[in-house]
């Protein structure tokens, strides 16, 4: 099993950016399918994007379509989340997680490894 540590998280003004990162533990990080997601505090968690093993393939949720991009890096085991123009409602902690599957990407329980999550907190 994966182990994913994110990092990246802060805070920011409303309209600024933050790259998150995604690092796994293991050599066999290329196979998995990798994704973002996010939980505000009385929310269930949210599927923002995600993106197959080798990168020709990603996945967003409509809402993040145009502000969010994600992508990754095999040689360096590290999937990444850029966001742009934050909104304070943007404000959750991100989760990173991994799937064998690329059936049900935007389930929670495709995802068979979770990372701990980083706090993204957007002031307006």
């Known amino acids: 099993q994966v182990q994913l540590v994110e990092s990246g998280g802060g805070l920011v003004q409303a309209g600024g950016s933050l790259r998150l990162s995604c690092t796994a533990s293991g050599r066999t990080f290329s196979v998995y399918v990798m994704g973002w997601f996010r939980q505000a505090p009385g929310k269930e968690r949210e599927f923002l994007a995600a993106?197959?093993?080798?990168?020709?393939?990603?996945y967003y949720a409509d809402s993040m379509k145009g502000r969010f991009a994600i992508s990754r890096d095999n040689a360096k085991n590290t999937v990444y989340l850029q966001m742009n123009s934050l909104k304070p409602e943007d404000t959750a902690v991100y989760y990173c997680a991994a799937a064998r599957t690329d059936w049900g990407l935007r389930k929670t329980e495709t995802y068979h490894s979770w990372g701990q999550g980083t706090q993204v907190t957007v002031s307006s």
């Open positions: 993106i197959n093993w080798s990168g020709g393939s990603t």
